[in-house]
């Protein structure tokens, strides 16, 4: 037996034995168990609505099995999402298996299709009168205009607001359409991330177990979004018109991103390390005794949660170390924080120095806080990161407001493009020399145009 | 990294310009072999190789042999099409998988179907390049090998698996998630927001309407510092490609590991076993499975040096990164892998806490040879010396095939436990055991009792053991054996024995009864008076008797042994001959 193929026997059995020790098999037999029995059920009970009165005893038994399956799923993993997509059912992003009647997943599909929808949300559990409720509804006529807004307003009406009816869903695919329009994007994609993040903290909040796998694959596409791309100035752009709450998240994992690319890691870790930088905030989500968690205990009420997770994943080492470390100083006692601590803790700091708050502006402006940082290297930061961060930034890092000698006022808009132009980045004309907006939007580039002599800090 | 290997007798693509499939089933047309394989035929072939393999591991180890021939075939098949007719390109449906838009592989079976799997993974297309490397093959195998065993990962599934392996010469077109086709605005049900992201459930809304609290606290940065463009050595990537790197990743375990026990002793909030237990299994089982022992090694002292000092949690989390699979694990580990010593992995199997006697015992019962029996008797010496009974029992449970490893350690850190097993093994009727038992009360303090056993070892059916209690009668000098052995020579050199053992016998004599020994062998060879010197003396006895002589020495064994050279002929007269140069060598060696 030829050498190579005793090395492929090798490497692949190391694949599958590593595959393995990440399964978390507990959690996966339970969605697949309960989340099948959730959409059986129901999938019987909108059949049999089309036959019986609601009334009729023959809904006793699969009622109360329902009620049952579906307290015991939010039991052990909060709101359970049910999504249609062509003929597959998931529950939570694990795909329901239909063995014996193939047709049954298209049934469901097609009674919620009705109402314009491709899924139901299950936030709270369920009593018998309240499905038999939703299984009238769902099995009902719907709606002539706006059905799934109908649907939605007939359940809050019935006391069910509780479940929320999503709008259809279809496949995306790299290299179509659609996600030319999103992925390319950069902007696009930063925002469509809100939702992936809310759900998460959502589920912290909640004291669940988040997936990670929607965000890891949200962060693969701003990754392959960022090879060609200046991403630190693209996220700036687009966190304007994203909602606060995540802000602060999604601009750290840019930033972090960028720190990482510099430090030419590769894609996959690239990836791993953004996962971490999603998620480095999550203990502020949780609650102590009906407070928010404070900051001195943000970081172990975030490892708490994510200790839930089960199986082993160096994603899921280096993300808990991300939560706890991601405050600490290079030189704590106890210990150097782990390398994508590190560079969260740049990326965060940055953020926290520079971010905007309605009616007090940042706490320094860009410039100052990168000159700032720079003095820390070896200190509180890990010097080598700090200084790629710098050769990716600059001392005008994007959104730096400075007055140039012929008394221009602009907005930095790029991160640096070459050594040569390290301090020369691209900027937006805000302010002509008289004060007076510009006529026409106005890009320079600072390696040919007057020099910056004053940065400004942005007012509250 | 090296340079990536081609796939052997893979030629440059036949076509540059266009579809290589195309072009391909251009020249096959034209081609006057009609037997030669059409792209869709290769194709086939390939594709029915790629999936065969990777279902194999369904069915066997990946280890296992049958999986060799799968992998092979697939080699060959791929290279073969890839040669003649570039890339292949596979169209994922439901069901089957096309090529050139024809059928190459259809399985309506929904859970053995690799159509199906990868279709409802999302994967929509696969395109194999003429350049791909023969490790790039290895790692798609190996991921659809994951996906064939139905493992789904939770941080991991099969497309991000695909993206992480950054294949070179493999494309995919994949399903990125699901995609709302939102024609009808959520607004009635939630609020309305300024930003350009509207959340879509309840759920998403309270998190989007948060007030923005995070990280308010501003770092403690002081002065300014100079901000000048600064590139760095490659030394500086090197350390952070080692960090990022897989010999980072052992190094991380131990300090979450050194973390979470750490925050068990938390002022305020301190974590529970519950939250810290899992993760230590996990990484436990990643540490182990990898091999990596010393990184093993390092977070079971961190956790025995660092645990809280309550007992019951204690033995929680000693338990769960050191338990008796870990024991079992190190104890093949130590077959597998020498990068640490016996005495290195015994330190480490020495913190695993808990009974490890049965564990151990088990081992060398089920592991007849190899270094992890070294390990395993190591680890009982300790066990063996204050409390022997649990393994004098398991050695004399089969006294047949009972371990005499575990006899001699016995013997070496407990020696009454070992006479008393020794004693009790002398009644096996496997030679290999009676010697071994034997050769332990050759060297335990005499008793009468050990005298009583090597004298009844001297009427073992065994020749060698025979011998072996010869030599212990010996080195005891258990004297009272005399006559019993006389009395037994006599016997067996009435019928058949061997020279070698008569040899021994004399031998024998002469070390514990010097004086009536002389008698007797004298008289063995040169029997007194006439009726003694008519009869015929039994060879081994004469044999026996110069061999006894020798050793004694004298005048009189010198003058015997002569005249029975002269007397004799053939063997024996050969060993007198030898016998009288070694008096004389000694003799010699003597007089100076």
Redesign the interface.
Known sequence: MSESILQAQEQIAITLARARSEEDRELLNNVRELGGQVVHLLNGLLRMAHLHAPNNAAFDNPVRDFEAALRKLIEVLGPVYVLCAEDQVFVNDVRIRFEFQIDESIGLSTELLRHNSGGITFNEPLVGAQVRSLVQLLAGTPGARQPRTTLQLRLADEGLSSVQVHPPFRFRMTGSEDEAALSDEFRELYLSAARPVADIFAAVGASRLPNPLPIRRMVNQMIDAGVSQDIATLAREGEQRLPPFSQHTLMVTALSLIIGREARLPDASLADLGVAAMFHDVGYCLREEGFAVPFARHTQAGLKILLLQRGFHRAKVRRLLAVLQHHRALDDPRGVPALYSRIIHIADDYDILTRYRPGKGPALAAPDAIARMAAMGGKLYDPVLLQLFINAMGPLPPGSIATLEDGRVVVVISAVRSPQTFDKPLARVVRLPDGSPPPADTVIDLAYAPRVVRVHRPAG | MAEPTTLPGQGPEPDAGGSGAASAAGEAAQAPDRSAPTPVKAAGKAVRALTHAASS?LLY???N?A??GF??DL?ESLDQFLTAFGRLELEIR?WDMTFAGQVVYLDRD??RSMAFRLY?D?V?KLVIHPEVT?EEI??L???L??RA?G???????V??ML??A?FKHIE?????????????R?A??VHE?D???A??????A???????????????????????????PEA??E???R??GPE??PL??A??T??LL??LN?E??P?SAD??V??LR??R??LL?NGLLRPFAQILRLVGEKAPPDETLRGQLLAAVADGEVLRRLLDLAGERRELSIEELGEIAGLVPGDHVPIILDFLATHPDGPGRQLGILLLEQEARTRPERISQRLLANREAADLELLRMLERVNQPAAEAAALDLLAARAPAVQIAALAVLARTPYSAKIGRALVGALRSSAEEVRRKALDALVAQKERRAYDTLVEQFKTMAAGAMSLGEAGAIGEAMARLEPERARKQLSEWVRPPGLLGRLASVPLPLRWGAVAGLVVLGGDDARELIEWLAGKSSGDLQQLCRAGLQALAVREGRQQR
Request: aromatic content about 10%; proline content about 8%.
């Open positions: 591991f180890d990946a280890t042999e999986v060799a992998i092979s080699r439901p929904r859970e409802k999302g929509r023969w290895i790692e195998l190996g991921i090998a994951v065993r493992i789904r990962q939770h941080e991991d599934d497309v991000t993206w992480n950054s995919t077109e994949v399903v990125e998630g699901l995609v709302a086709e939102d024609d009808e959520v009635e049900v927001t930003a350009a992201v959340p879509r459930s309840a759920l998403q309270m998190v989007f309407n948060a007030p923005y609290l995070f990280d308010y606290p501003v770092p403690p940065v002081g002065d300014r510092g100079p901000v000048a463009y600064r590139p760095l500086s990537f350390r952070i490609r960090q990022d980072g990743l991380e375990c300090q979450l050194a973390e750490a925050l938390d305020f909030d974590l939250d810290v899992p993760l996990e990484v089982a990643y499975g």
